[in-house]
């Protein structure tokens, strides 16, 4: 999902920029925040960021004969909201920026836009409607962590078309060219992220069901229900 | 005891059909580099703004990596980084917890 350096104009990449600040500022209060109420949060954060680190390093093959890489956002974004994620990815791709020329920093502000904050959100999103229903709780990880990732490149494909319109059909018919590229190679890889952090999620419920329920994640009784059939 | 270990069965199952299409696309499929999609999206920007992919220079000179193996070292040391995290939190919640059983059935 990068935009790669240079390939952004830079009236764009000034209006990403300043999107993407604000969250990213917000984030770290937040994180601040958290820190200081629950230090047991701290190794979850850990966990969840560690994936985050994982899965975007691993480009995997897809349907459209091209590679591209889960973000793993989704986990971090249900437990502690999309602005810290926006923080922890903001590494991730400033790290990438900076020694893999995989974006670039004047990019940067457009590709923590996508993958660490529309995506994040949407997940979110997903996770808050349906923690409170009767939906089983893996099967909102799943939903919430999948389209987390999808959304991260229909952004990335909307920001290109925004900066890059078709002479004919303007930028609707060249978000459908970029979603072509992008978001079609990501549904195989979006459903396979989703499964896995789902199973990652039921470990994390075996082992320290406690803080989820503190950190009010999901509720006690829909925890006990998941550790009963799990 | 299948329902207990329903995830991972899914998870498995997931993964090999992942690894199947794969190896159908990439032995049926012509014309599948399997080359980054940034850099599909970059031929099309190309395409859409008719200037030549080279034509595109950073606006903020930066590092490349002189080489794939070079590259694929850092990518491998980030998620080394990503997986002695998860490693060491799933491990102290593990002995967090066995600590826990322990002095209780001792009480």
Not at chain 1, 146 to 161: G, H, K, N, P, Q
Request: aromatic letters at 12%; proline letters at 4%.
């Amino acid at each position: 999902m990068h935009i790669m350096e240079g390939f952004l104009p830079w009236q764009w990449c000034i209006v990403w920029w300043l999107i993407a600040l604000p969250c990213l500022a917000f984030g770290v209060w937040q994180l601040k925040k958290v820190m200081e109420k629950d230090r047991e949060a701290l190794p979850l954060l850990g966990v969840t960021g560690g994936f985050i680190f994982i899965l975007s390093s691993l480009k995997l093959p897809s349907v459209t004969g091209s590679c591209s890489h889960p973000t793993g956002t989704g986990l971090s974004a249900i437990c502690f909201g999309p602005w810290i994620t926006s923080v922890v990815c903001a590494i991730v791709l400033l790290f990438q920026s900076l020694f893999l020329a995989h974006g670039g920093l004047s990019v940067l502000g457009a590709n923590i836009v996508s993958m660490g904050i529309v995506g994040p959100v949407i997940g979110y999103a997903i996770y808050r409607l349906l923690k409170d229903t009767s939906v089983n709780i893996y099967l909102t990880v799943f939903l919430a962590t999948a389209l987390a990732d999808m959304f991260t490149y229909v952004t990335t494909s909307l920001e290109l078309a925004l900066a890059y319109p078709a002479e004919v059909g303007g930028v609707a018919s060249s978000f459908i060219l970029f979603m072509g590229i992008f978001a079609v190679t990501q549904v195989p890889l979006a459903i396979v992220e989703g499964i896995v952090l789902a199973l990652v999620f039921k470990y994390i419920v075996a082992l320290k069901p406690d803080i989820l329920i503190r950190m009010k994640i999901f509720s006690e009784s829909q925890i006990n229900a998941a550790r009963g059939e799990a | 005891m299948a329902k207990n270990y329903l995830l991972e069965i899914l998870t498995v199952v997931a993964i090999l059909a992942f690894c199947a299409v794969f190896l159908y696309t990439s032995s049926t499929m012509t014309g599948a580099e399997f080359a980054g999609s940034d850099n599909v999206g970059s031929g099309m920007i190309a395409e859409l703004s008719g200037k030549s992919v080279d034509s595109f220079t950073p606006l903020i000179p930066q590092y490349e990596p002189p080489s794939g193996e070079i590259e694929s070292c850092l990518f491998a040391l980030q998620a080394a980084f990503g997986g002695i995290l998860i490693g060491g939190v799933f491990g102290f919640w593990l002995g967090q917890k066995k600590n826990l059983t322990e002095s209780t059935t001792n009480q």
